[in-house]
């Protein structure tokens, strides 16, 4: 289930020069005020250039200097864009841990980062890189209204229908730069004997979007919402960590509660095992060695952590050294949920070459995601780097498992 922490209006508020809203203040200030700085010791970032101005920290403590006319917001757009989005600030934070909702005082360091940015953009401030992100909005928004078919090209013979009470959601990016994630997952599916759909247009789902323009993706989340439920959907299946983020904490905090149960692919597999419908006869056993690396969005975000691992477990001929998903919170593949690696893409190969290093001293063949952001990000990491560990997808192995690849 998705951890949903406190909403706070008062982000909407823009800031504007040394104008911070008195309750953003306060924010900030009971961050600065903690001084234990757990904060930082799990953020990737930081861990990387011992920087504490890229950290939760720093962040807030620098937004409370500027309410106390010590600055400008336009000074942070530097500092701001180091930071991946990636949650372990918010899941270590005292404030979190044990005020949390109770208090309503709980840190929300993502939220307020896309904040910050869409102030900073929205002021006309400059970022060296942002025209390369406003590109990548430009290129996702595109897809919407490009030709339909383009969009379920992926599941191409696969003979899905766009309506059903299950509907797996696809986004654009498993649709034209991962498609074996779609693929593979419609294909255990349908070998297991579930009935689904997909759609034959969904709305655009990107952090880089939340970062530049938040009408716009609320906009598109109220079109996926309603497309689903015209096309029938009790329950939606997300195969992308980032989109179920943004189902079950963005579209509930800007749209309200959703008319259909979410749930994440390993969920559901996982549910599919324990009922024994999927059939690994009939495939070939991996035999190999593998760790699983938590996605940041699944892990920090929304405390999904034990269905990949069950999967894991359960596939043949697969030997699964685990690594705690709290040992993880300093874990990243470096890509971030947004602009990250389009901004810092030396920082963003230094994370993913530590997580790769830390999977390969535990002697294993393979480090096993649940993301298709990471499989992307390790991939190219691993390339790069030469770290004798190989990036598979989960799906991938459950395939080979079924005989379906």
């Not at 900030?28 to 970032?45: I, L, T």
């Not at 929304?302 to 998903?325: K, T, Y």
């Not at 190969?349 to 499989?375: F, M, N, S």
């Amino acid at each position: 289930m998705s951890q949903q922490l406190s909403s706070k209006p008062f982000y909407d508020e823009p800031i504007e020069g040394k104008q911070i809203p008195l309750a953003l203040a306060r924010d900030c200030y009971a961050v600065f005020a903690c001084r234990h700085k757990f904060c930082r010791e799990v953020c990737p970032v930081y861990i990387e250039d011992r920087d504490e101005s890229h950290s939760s920290y720093g962040y807030h403590t620098a937004l409370l200097g500027i309410s106390e006319g010590l600055g400008d917001i336009a000074e942070m757009h530097e500092t701001i864009t180091n930071c991946l989005e990636c949650g372990a600030c918010e899941t270590r934070c005292p404030n979190t841990i044990f005020a949390g909702d109770f208090y309503g005082t709980s840190t929300t360091t993502v939220n307020l980062i896309r904040k910050v940015r869409r102030d900073l953009v929205a002021s006309g401030t400059n970022f060296a890189g942002y025209d390369e992100v406003l590109a990548q909005v430009d290129k996702y928004l595109g897809y919407f209204d490009g030709p339909i078919e383009d969009l379920t090209r992926w599941a191409d013979g696969l003979d899905l229908p766009f309506t059903g009470e299950t509907i797996m959601f696809v986004d654009y990016f498993n649709a034209f730069e991962t498609t074996d994630v779609p693929r593979n997952a419609a294909k255990i599916l349908k070998a297991a004997g579930v009935d689904f759909g997909i759609l034959a247009l969904p709305g655009a789902t990107l952090g880089e979007l939340l970062d530049v323009n938040l009408d716009k993706f609320v906009e598109m989340g109220k079109y996926n919402v309603e497309v689903l439920t015209k096309a029938g959907a009790k329950r939606v299946v997300i195969i992308n960590p980032h989109d179920y983020v943004y189902f079950t904490r963005e579209y509930t905090q800007y749209i309200g509660e959703l008319p259909f149960e979410v749930v994440y692919i390993t969920d559901l597999l996982d549910e599919l095992v324990k009922e024994g419908k999927l059939d690994y006869s009939g495939g070939t056993g991996a035999d190999t060695k593998v760790t699983y690396h938590d996605p940041c969005t699944l892990n920090k975000m929304c405390g999904v952590n034990a269905s990949p691992r069950a999967l894991i477990s359960a596939l043949p001929g697969v030997e699964f050294i685990d690594v705690s998903p709290v040992t993880q919170w300093s874990y990243c593949c470096g890509k971030g949920s947004a602009s990250f690696k389009v901004l810092h893409p030396d920082k963003a190969y230094k994370i993913g070459t530590t997580r790769l290093e830390a999977a390969a001293d535990l002697g294993v063949d393979q480090l096993v995601l649940a993301c298709p952001h990471c499989k992307d990000q390790f991939t190219d990491v691993q390339a790069r780097s030469g770290v004798p560990v190989e990036p598979v997808h989960v799906l991938s192995l459950i395939a080979t498992a079924m005989g379906l690849d």
